[in-house]
């Protein structure tokens, strides 16, 4: 059964610093894996999606690295802002007959302090 | 591009009340899933369907749940007879093409609460 973790559950950091959010899976057989955003009462924002081939996916000040051996994979944040306030959930697609669901991490809760 | 659509966005009813919800997915995404979200956890996956066929449903999904998408469209998802577990955050999502490598774009969520 896949499993995702997302350690720690929150983090708080002052603005300007560099950051990186963590994501560990237990099958490494999967599909893809994507970052999202989620801020309060809200649904989710894509953010990145790495698929299984791929190393590695940029958008602006953030990056995410996928290492499927060691079933790992991290959010890097550029220069925080307060904005970049939020949860922020991985979930990986697993190949599995029949399925196309997406499996979540509880995520990690980010405040950035002005 | 008018993003995923979900209504009502709150939902307050009484124990063993129906309720059901509806999304209207990304125009042309012909695949739509529907999850459940607790507080301080992440979503889980309820059941998708590609165009009008529902392909998969989790066993969360009891039977008084149920889901259709009758013309490939929008979706509605009712519950019938509420019990107070059932209140949660409903989020739908879609997504392009019959593949799994295309990423899901989510809507803001209906947000259940039982009494």
């Known amino acids: 059964k896949q499993e995702v973790t997302q350690i720690p559950a929150a983090l708080s950091v002052p603005e300007g610093e560099n950051l990186v959010l963590n994501c560990s899976f237990t099958d490494s057989a999967i599909y893809n894996l994507q970052w999202f955003r989620q801020d309060p009462g809200k649904g989710l924002t894509s953010l990145l999606l790495?698929?299984?081939?791929?190393r590695e996916q940029t958008s602006g000040r953030l990056n995410a690295s996928l290492d499927k051996s060691s079933g790992r994979s991290t959010l890097y944040i550029a220069a925080s802002q307060p904005g970049d306030s939020a949860t922020y959930l991985c979930a990986v697609r697993h190949p599995r007959r029949g399925a196309s669901k997406i499996i979540f991490g509880s995520g990690t809760r980010l405040s950035i302090r002005p | 591009d008018t993003g995923v659509s979900q209504n009502p966005r709150h939902k307050i009813t009484k124990r063993g009340q129906n309720v059901t919800f509806r999304c209207d997915p990304i125009s042309e995404h012909n695949r739509l899933y529907w999850y459940r979200q607790t507080l301080g956890q992440g979503p889980e996956f309820l059941t998708y369907f590609q165009n009008e066929a529902q392909l998969e449903k989790s066993r969360l999904l009891s039977d008084r749940f149920s889901a259709e998408r009758p013309k490939g469209s929008f979706s509605t998802l009712e519950i019938q007879r509420t019990e107070q577990g059932d209140s949660a955050m409903y989020l739908c999502?879609?997504?392009?093409?019959?593949?799994?490598?295309?990423?899901?774009?989510f809507g803001d969520g209906t947000r259940l609460s039982i009494l």
């Open positions: 999502a879609s997504s392009l093409g019959s593949g799994d490598n295309q990423p899901q774009h």
């Open positions: 790495i698929q299984s081939s791929q």
